[in-house]
């Protein structure tokens, strides 16, 4: 079974929603037998390739409600296992993060390419790194087991950008408009940081051949405070 995540890096949702999911798959009998891999979407897309502030410019975003909608992602987080630290995560460009995913799906597989993911999520989150900055998400790729040379090469050119280009183009193509959102065997999706259970049956299901086309979707809207981040 394929499963693709289409998510950000600075979505707070994708990162809760990954957990969950991999709590889900642990607890799937065909677990072995699942291949997952995470497809580039950009909630900001136009975000200036320099970090500013996460407070500033959500406040600025979102006004006042900003403060509670971290609030509550961070308490949320707590129960993940995730330390959200929003006072020194910063807005950041994640083009060049989504490249590099894309890099090591393609060169080194999906399960580095998980890893990967985590560590992206985990450095803008938690450390307040820059996932924007190329020296940064170098030495991020390297602890995730890429090589230096290869990162460094190409980061330092396009290679990859049209690749991760048609990607999110073919996202909004099938119709993704808040992540995460996870499409089952290219055929099935739910969109949202669902709990563990919603994510089993679901895995469950699909296994069986019984889940019926459509998507189980999240409320769209444009925040992050409904399970899933929309633009």
């Given at each position: 079974?394929?499963?693709?995540?289409?998510?950000?890096?600075?979505c707070p949702w994708c990162f809760v929603g990954k957990r969950r999911f991999e709590q889900a798959l642990d607890r799937f009998a065909g677990k072995d037998g699942?291949?997952?891999?995470?497809?580039?979407?950009?909630?900001?897309?136009?975000?200036?390739?320099?970090?500013?502030?996460?407070?500033?410019?959500?406040?600025?975003?979102?006004?006042?409600?900003?403060?509670?909608?971290?609030?509550?992602?961070?308490?949320?987080?707590?129960?993940e296992g995730i330390d959200f630290d929003f006072d020194t995560a910063l807005h950041?460009?994640?083009?060049?993060?989504?490249?590099?995913?894309?890099?090591?799906?393609?060169?080194?597989?999906?399960?580095?390419?998980?890893?990967?993911?985590?560590?992206?999520?985990?450095?803008?989150?938690?450390?307040?790194?820059?996932?924007?900055?190329?020296?940064?998400?170098?030495?991020?790729?390297?602890?995730?087991?890429?090589?230096?040379?290869?990162?460094?090469?190409?980061?330092?050119?396009?290679?990859?950008?049209?690749?991760?280009?048609?990607?999110?183009?073919?996202?909004?193509?099938?119709?993704?408009?808040?992540?995460?959102?996870?499409?089952?065997?290219?055929?099935?999706?739910?969109?949202?940081?669902?709990?563990?259970?919603?994510?089993?049956?679901?895995?469950?299901?699909?296994?069986?051949?019984?889940?019926?086309?459509?998507?189980?979707?999240?409320?769209?809207?444009?925040?992050?405070?409904?399970?899933?981040?929309?633009?």
């Amino acid at each position: 079974m394929k499963v693709e995540i289409w998510s950000d890096v600075a979505c707070p949702w994708c990162f809760v929603g990954k957990r969950r999911f991999e709590q889900a798959l642990d607890r799937f009998a065909g677990k072995d037998g699942v291949e997952v891999v995470y497809r580039p979407y950009q909630l900001v897309p136009d975000a200036p390739e320099t970090a500013t502030p996460h407070r500033a410019w959500l406040a600025e975003r979102y006004g006042p409600q900003s403060v509670a909608m971290d609030a509550r992602v961070t308490e949320l987080g707590r129960t993940e296992g995730i330390d959200f630290d929003f006072d020194t995560a910063l807005h950041a460009n994640t083009f060049l993060g989504h490249r590099l995913l894309h890099l090591a799906e393609s060169e080194y597989g999906a399960a580095v390419q998980g890893v990967l993911k985590e560590a992206l999520l985990t450095a803008h989150f938690s450390r307040g790194a820059d996932v924007g900055d190329r020296a940064e998400l170098t030495e991020i790729a390297v602890a995730a087991g890429l090589d230096r040379d290869r990162v460094t090469a190409y980061l330092a050119g396009d290679e990859g950008a049209d690749a991760v280009r048609a990607q999110l183009a073919e996202g909004r193509e099938i119709g993704i408009s808040a992540v995460p959102t996870f499409v089952f065997e290219g055929k099935w999706a739910v969109q949202g940081g669902q709990e563990a259970d919603t994510f089993l049956q679901v895995l469950e299901q699909v296994a069986a051949e019984t889940a019926a086309d459509g998507a189980v979707e999240a409320p769209h809207g444009d925040s992050c405070a409904d399970g899933a981040c929309a633009v």
